[in-house]
């Protein structure tokens, strides 16, 4: 971006308005409602940076008839230190460039075409699905992009989205041609460099059915799988016992099986694999009957297994500071209430810091029974570096994003199957954004360990988003599925329908945006539920981690011998406590209420809140979270409630509740 030599653009804001009235460009350019939108656009990416605290309320609402809400803006920026400089490129590089561009006139010089991302040399596409390519450029006027198929134009826009795409008519060579001179092709136009996009019919495998046949020479019967999908086809047939891992017996598309009586059914299994992915198919029962014949009897026919126990982590972070808010909280919420309904014993974790979330992990990790049902969820603001995924913790700016920072995917499951879970399902439900290499500090991360499935919400280097109504376009799905009949299906096959859900999502799709959720397994047994039954509680767990205090409490408190209160505790999270306080008077003043945290081993107390009641009855309502753990890890966690009547000479009286030691804090020490 070159401004034009009239602009200066290191002069502050607010002295950009007294020196140049480029307020008067601004809406003379930019108008009425359109004019309103920038400002909502300038104030949500300004809000919370180096101390900048703006309201739509201080703009709009306070706007006198002699300042416009451009002026204001202008000002207040100035005042804590924008220039005009970082203003044009925040307007230059936003999703709404067009609608600046008139605008961005008054300040840019013209920039020729170049293009920074071309589209792939070849790809290679699943007919009836989607094909995206994307181009970009530089340039001003913001560039025009037209794309053409063996010389034809077939869409326009910085990315091409055709969906239902067939292998006849939509393979062919596809360019990009870029311009800022107009919408119109011109000779002036770049060309971006040839895909050669190649649509396969089906390629994944899939299995279509499992057919049973009687041979006609002996006591055997044959079961052939009938699947579909990009050749060469790989089948292999497995025996699946309870007792010990799956047992290969033939390759190819047909088992013959000698009949044999037998108390219970024998159960198999078919996996098709080929270049693009694998297919598994149910496991089939074969019933024998005492008269020589058999039956099939299509899976799912297990009955709920047994586990040793079924234990859930669920991480929510929300509240950053320099980054936008999350729905982790939300989110966590939604995916606890699902989980209960299948007996988890459930650990939640919201907001915490880097260090004490990684020992809290930890700690969870080493109360895991050896063949245990785990099921981790996680959501957050996330980052890709290098070939891993990380999680940012709510205390790690965004300028410190590197691995020792972040906390790695990978070494969260790797820990977990120190102590060898049965099954290890883990959502990772944040961002892959791609993060600069040099911020890259080499590390040796986990490998895929057996029996572990990890859906990840989005592909390496892209977004998860979120939904209008208030959470991830993952829990969105994820919770209608759970509510129908898919919630005795089993989990592999529940993910693969959310993953389908995923992609096609219409929020997503009228955004002009895509989101592709990525399944990595290793299972060696498939026919995991999340009814599986769990043959005990475990009470390390259930006792010591899920619950920050042994249970709800009440303790009746008093003031001045004649003012009665109630102080009552309840668990929301493992680390999160609600407070509720009840004044009940009487008193013919008002009453102030403080509330503080006591620390016994360094005598101090921490303020927590202080609230005035309008009247002489009242309820405080206080949600008070443990974001690091080290404040309780040695002592009791002792509330102190003071009381104050508004008078100048009035003293405070104060009650201290003391609470059983956090179970938290136990399992820390």
Not at 287 to 292: D, L, M, R, T, V
Not at 435 to 449: F, H, L, M, P, V
Not at 516 to 542: K, M, P, W
């Given at each position: 971006?070159?401004?034009?030599?009239?602009?200066?653009?290191?002069?502050?804001?607010?002295?950009?308005i007294?020196?140049?009235?480029?307020?008067?460009?601004?809406?003379?350019t930019?108008?009425?409602?359109?004019?309103e939108?920038v400002?909502?656009?300038?104030?949500?990416?300004?809000?919370?940076?180096?101390?900048?605290?703006?309201t739509?309320?201080?703009?709009?609402?306070?706007?006198?008839?002699?300042?416009?809400?451009?002026?204001?803006?202008?000002?207040?920026?100035?005042?804590?230190?924008?220039?005009?400089?970082?203003?044009?490129?925040?307007?230059?590089?936003?999703?709404?460039?067009?609608?600046?561009?008139?605008?961005?006139?008054?300040?840019?010089?013209?920039e020729?075409?170049?293009?920074?991302?071309?589209?792939?040399?070849?790809l290679?596409?699943?007919?009836?699905?989607?094909?995206?390519?994307?181009?970009?450029?530089n340039?001003?006027?913001?560039p025009?992009?037209?794309?053409?198929?063996?010389?034809?134009?077939?869409?326009?826009?910085?990315?091409?989205?055709?969906r239902?795409?067939?292998?006849d008519?939509?393979?062919?060579e596809?360019?990009?041609?870029?311009s800022?001179?107009?919408?119109?092709?011109?000779?002036?136009?770049?060309?971006?460099?040839?895909c050669?996009?190649?649509?396969?019919?089906?390629?994944?495998?899939?299995?279509?059915?499992?057919?049973?046949?009687?041979?006609?020479?002996?006591?055997?019967?044959?079961?052939k799988?009938?699947?579909?999908?990009?050749?060469?086809?790989h089948?292999?047939?497995y025996?699946?016992?309870?007792?010990?891992?799956?047992?290969?017996?033939?390759?190819?598309?047909?088992?013959r099986?000698?009949?044999?009586n037998?108390?219970?059914?024998?159960?198999?299994?078919?996996i098709v694999?080929?270049?693009?992915?694998?297919?598994?198919?149910?496991?089939?029962?074969?019933?024998?009957?005492?008269?020589?014949a058999?039956s099939?009897?299509h899976a799912?026919v297990?009955?709920?297994r047994?586990?040793?126990?079924?234990?859930?982590?669920?991480?929510?972070?929300?509240?950053?500071?320099?980054?936008?808010?999350?729905?982790?909280?939300?989110?966590?919420?939604?995916?606890?209430?699902?989980?209960?309904?299948?007996?988890?014993?459930?650990?939640?974790?919201?907001?915490?810091?880097?260090?004490?979330?990684?020992?809290?992990?930890?700690?969870?990790?080493?109360?895991?029974?050896?063949?245990?049902?785990?099921?981790?969820?996680?959501?957050a603001?996330?980052?890709?570096?290098?070939?891993?995924s990380?999680?940012?913790?709510?205390?790690?700016?965004?300028?410190?994003?590197?691995?020792?920072?972040?906390?790695?995917?990978?070494?969260?499951?790797?820990?977990?199957?120190?102590?060898?879970?049965?099954?290890?399902?883990?959502?990772?439900?944040?961002?892959?954004?791609?993060?600069?290499?040099?911020?890259?500090?080499?590390?040796?991360?986990?490998?895929?360990a057996?029996?572990?499935?990890?859906?990840?919400?989005?592909l390496?280097?892209?977004?998860a988003?979120?939904?209008?109504?208030?959470?991830?376009?993952?829990t969105?799905?994820?919770?209608?599925?759970?509510?129908?009949?898919a919630?005795?299906?089993?989990?592999?096959?529940?993910?693969?329908?959310?993953?389908?859900?995923?992609?096609?999502?219409?929020e997503?799709?009228?955004?002009?945006?895509?989101?592709t959720?990525?399944?990595r397994?290793?299972?060696?047994d498939?026919?995991?539920?999340?009814?599986?039954?769990s043959?005990?509680?475990?009470?390390?767990?259930?006792?010591?981690?899920?619950?920050?205090?042994?249970?709800?409490?009440?303790?009746?408190?008093?003031?001045?011998?004649?003012?009665?209160?109630?102080?009552?505790?309840?668990?929301?999270?493992?680390?999160?406590?609600?407070?509720?306080?009840?004044?009940?008077?009487p008193?013919?003043?008002?009453?102030?209420?403080?509330?503080?945290?006591?620390?016994?081993?360094?005598r101090?107390?921490?303020?927590?809140?202080?609230?005035?009641?309008?009247n002489?009855?009242?309820?405080?309502?206080?949600?008070?979270?443990?974001?690091?753990l080290?404040?309780v890890?040695?002592?009791?966690?002792?509330?102190?409630?003071?009381?104050t009547?508004?008078?100048?000479?009035?003293?405070?009286?104060?009650?201290?509740v003391?609470?059983?030691r956090?179970?938290?804090?136990?399992i820390?020490s």
């Amino acid at each position: 971006m070159k401004l034009k030599s009239s602009v200066k653009g290191s002069d502050y804001l607010h002295n950009v308005i007294a020196n140049y009235n480029y307020e008067k460009i601004f809406q003379g350019t930019l108008g009425g409602s359109n004019l309103e939108d920038v400002v909502r656009m300038i104030i949500d990416h300004y809000k919370n940076r180096a101390g900048i605290n703006i309201t739509e309320y201080e703009i709009f609402r306070t706007n006198s008839s002699s300042k416009s809400s451009v002026r204001l803006l202008f000002d207040k920026l100035g005042q804590k230190g924008v220039k005009l400089e970082s203003l044009l490129s925040f307007l230059y590089t936003c999703d709404r460039r067009r609608d600046f561009e008139k605008l961005l006139t008054h300040f840019l010089e013209p920039e020729s075409v170049s293009i920074i991302v071309h589209p792939p040399d070849k790809l290679i596409v699943a007919e009836d699905t989607e094909l995206r390519l994307d181009c970009r450029a530089n340039g001003f006027p913001f560039p025009c992009y037209k794309w053409l198929k063996d010389g034809k134009v077939v869409g326009e826009g910085e990315t091409l989205r055709m969906r239902n795409i067939i292998q006849d008519g939509d393979s062919g060579e596809y360019i990009c041609a870029v311009s800022n001179h107009g919408p119109t092709l011109c000779n002036t136009a770049i060309l971006s460099s040839t895909c050669y996009v190649d649509v396969q019919h089906n390629p994944c495998p899939r299995i279509i059915a499992i057919h049973q046949f009687p041979v006609s020479q002996g006591n055997d019967t044959m079961l052939k799988c009938e699947a579909r999908g990009d050749l060469p086809l790989h089948f292999t047939w497995y025996k699946i016992s309870p007792e010990s891992n799956p047992k290969e017996m033939e390759v190819g598309d047909t088992l013959r099986l000698p009949l044999v009586n037998s108390p219970s059914p024998d159960r198999y299994r078919c996996i098709v694999k080929n270049g693009f992915g694998k297919g598994v198919s149910h496991d089939i029962a074969i019933q024998y009957q005492q008269a020589g014949a058999s039956s099939i009897i299509h899976a799912p026919v297990d009955p709920p297994r047994l586990v040793t126990s079924k234990l859930a982590l669920f991480i929510g972070i929300t509240q950053y500071s320099g980054m936008q808010k999350t729905s982790g909280r939300q989110d966590a919420e939604k995916m606890m209430e699902v989980l209960s309904r299948y007996d988890f014993e459930t650990v939640s974790l919201l907001n915490l810091n880097r260090d004490d979330l990684w020992k809290a992990i930890q700690c969870f990790a080493d109360n895991v029974p050896k063949g245990s049902f785990v099921f981790v969820y996680v959501a957050a603001h996330g980052i890709s570096l290098g070939r891993e995924s990380y999680i940012i913790p709510p205390d790690v700016p965004s300028s410190a994003l590197n691995a020792d920072s972040c906390i790695c995917i990978e070494d969260i499951l790797k820990t977990i199957q120190q102590n060898v879970p049965g099954i290890c399902v883990a959502v990772i439900d944040t961002c892959r954004v791609h993060r600069d290499r040099r911020n890259i500090t080499d590390r040796e991360c986990a490998g895929g360990a057996p029996n572990q499935l990890v859906f990840y919400s989005t592909l390496d280097g892209g977004e998860a988003k979120e939904s209008l109504g208030g959470c991830s376009i993952f829990t969105k799905h994820f919770i209608p599925r759970m509510n129908e009949a898919a919630n005795r299906s089993r989990i592999l096959d529940i993910f693969q329908q959310v993953k389908t859900y995923i992609s096609r999502d219409e929020e997503i799709l009228k955004r002009d945006q895509e989101q592709t959720a990525e399944i990595r397994e290793t299972l060696n047994d498939y026919d995991f539920h999340l009814y599986d039954v769990s043959q005990s509680r475990v009470a390390t767990v259930d006792q010591k981690f899920s619950r920050l205090v042994s249970e709800s409490s009440s303790n009746s408190i008093r003031f001045f011998d004649r003012i009665n209160g109630t102080l009552m505790t309840k668990q929301l999270h493992s680390n999160v406590l609600l407070i509720d306080i009840l004044i009940d008077g009487p008193s013919e003043k008002k009453l102030q209420v403080a509330l503080y945290h006591e620390r016994a081993s360094e005598r101090v107390t921490i303020p927590c809140i202080s609230y005035t009641l309008p009247n002489t009855f009242g309820m405080l309502k206080w949600t008070f979270e443990l974001d690091h753990l080290e404040r309780v890890k040695e002592d009791a966690l002792v509330l102190r409630v003071e009381l104050t009547e508004s008078s100048e000479s009035s003293v405070p009286d104060f009650q201290t509740v003391k609470l059983s030691r956090p179970a938290i804090a136990e399992i820390m020490s």
